[in-house]
């Protein structure tokens, strides 16, 4: 259903890539390049912001697999070990906290899409349209990365602290430091984990939506896109 969801958004623009690519290919484009940037920008904005509104609802990232936030990759080996101290609901909680406070994180990426989005030239829109499977992301990841980061922060420390993922995973930390002989003692430090891996979540959704909306042109367009298709197609005739 989540997946679903998020591809209804971005339909749109599985229609206008695929025919409006071809049209560019064919030169025949040129009186309709605004008309084609501003639909792109259309579906590319009611795509960007719904992934947002999904990956922020509760369970957003923690249902999700493919962007769920686990244990630091060096405290990999302490939550092994702690669970098989009994210590299953410490790290169960801990995981939750993290991915609670990237759920929290993600309410605020939309005006940072649409910013990007808006500031989209006529270039950028023709480079996505005929660029690699991961065009639009790779514009959303150049563009949106340092902002989402400087947002996403002090929300990300702040929800931690207001989950008791900061508590929960000093715990855990101080509790597997004091293991004896073990090794590679964890940083108890969450707030710039849990802010990449918001953010690599966020790009990873959008990454898979754009490469269905590619590969599938069974979705109807706005009438915008009809619009410009009909321009487009008719030049080409």
């Not at 590319?44 to 990956?55: I, N, V, W, Y």
């Not at 989950?163 to 995973?169: E, F, P, Q, S």
Request: glycine share 4%.
């Amino acid at each position: 259903m989540f997946l679903m969801a998020s591809s209804g958004a971005f339909a749109q623009f599985g229609k206008l890539l695929d025919k409006a690519k071809s049209a560019a290919a064919g030169g025949g484009i040129s009186a309709s390049q605004t008309d084609i940037a501003t639909a792109l920008k259309q579906a590319l904005e009611l795509g960007a912001t719904k992934s947002a509104d999904l990956l922020s609802a509760q369970n957003g990232f923690f249902a999700n697999s493919s962007v769920k936030i686990l244990f630091p990759p060096e405290a990999i080996k302490a939550e092994a070990t702690l669970r098989k101290l009994g210590l299953n609901k410490m790290c169960d909680d801990a995981i939750l906290s993290f991915n609670r406070a990237a759920e929290d994180a993600a309410k605020t990426a939309k005006p940072i899409f649409v910013t990007a989005i808006k500031q989209m030239t006529i270039k950028d829109a023709t480079n996505i349209l005929m660029g690699s499977k991961d065009a639009a992301t790779t514009y959303f990841k150049n563009n949106t990365t340092d902002s989402l980061s400087k947002v996403f922060e002090p929300i990300v420390a702040n929800s931690i602290e207001k989950v008791g993922a900061t508590r929960l995973y000093s715990d855990i930390a101080e509790r597997y430091n004091k293991v004896p002989f073990a090794a590679n003692k964890i940083n108890p430090d969450l707030k710039a984990y849990v802010t990449q891996k918001a953010i690599e979540g966020l790009f990873k959704q959008i990454a898979q939506e754009e490469l269905k909306i590619r590969e599938n042109s069974a979705f109807r367009t706005t009438d915008l896109m009809k619009k410009v298709f009909a321009q487009a197609e008719k030049k080409l005739n």
